[in-house]
């Protein structure tokens, strides 16, 4: 099943800050964050695993919480080259190879 | 990361015709994944290919439909057969590196397919 997104479109200012939710109605093993800008492939940004862990690198970072099954992905002081649609992906095995992604979120940063 | 090169990167095609999309990577790796993104969408998985195996589906497809080739480590096909205008979407392959402290899938360039 599918996870949820939310939400599905922000609009924000650069140097603002964005949280992009992702919630899962099955229990994980881990949980995959990518971008995909407009006309390309997605970009994997970062995987969290079971275990219920933090991670970032720039000023992207998430958290996964297990026993919620949800995800966070968290963007403070957006860049303009933020803009593009961000994906969940959740997988609920071991191997972390087979996910099921969100539906998306469509952030746009405004100069 | 892995690189890999997908192609062709756009085709219109009539129906009831097919389609054969092929993805190459600069690397081995046991396992390559193929996934429809229609306009707008989520991706969706259509099937995982082994090398030496027959590929496994995903709920929904078939292999009569979207046959897979999987020759060697490096290299798959997926073929979208007898075309309709609901196959117009978009087509990537991906592989999953997993290294360091970090990994993830890495997807090919993508195929646009429009069918008319």
């Known amino acids: 099943q599918q996870p949820v997104q939310s939400p599905q479109a922000v609009i924000l200012r650069e140097g603002e800050d964005a949280v992009i939710n992702c919630s899962s109605s099955k229990a994980l093993y881990s949980v995959h964050w990518y971008r995909q800008k407009h006309g390309e492939a997605p970009v994997f940004l970062m995987i969290?695993?079971?275990?219920?862990e933090q991670k970032g690198h720039d000023k992207i970072s998430a958290s996964f919480n297990e026993k919620k099954q949800q995800s966070s992905l968290y963007l403070t002081a957006s860049q303009l080259s933020y803009s593009g649609t961000y994906f969940c992906?959740?997988?609920?095995?071991?191997?972390?190879?087979?996910?099921?992604f969100g539906s998306g979120t469509q952030l746009t940063v405004l100069p | 990361s892995a690189v890999i090169s997908q192609k062709p990167s756009r085709d219109i095609c009539q129906r009831g015709t097919s389609l054969t999309i092929q993805c190459q990577v600069d690397s081995q790796v046991t396992m390559m994944f193929w996934y429809r993104q229609q306009p707008g969408q989520s991706l969706t998985l259509i099937a995982t290919a082994n090398q030496g195996s027959e590929a496994t589906y995903e709920s929904g497809f078939v292999i009569d439909k979207f046959p897979i080739s999987r020759p060697n480590l490096t290299f798959s096909t997926l073929t979208v057969s007898n075309l309709s205008p609901e196959d117009s979407s978009i087509y990537l392959c991906?592989?999953?590196?997993?290294?360091?402290?970090?990994?993830?899938?890495?997807f090919g360039s993508g195929t646009r397919l429009t069918v008319v």
């Open positions: 992906g959740t997988g609920v095995s071991g191997s972390a190879r087979q996910l099921t």
């Open positions: 991906s592989v999953f590196a997993a290294g360091g402290s970090n990994y993830g899938y890495t």
């Open positions: 969290l695993l079971k275990g219920g």
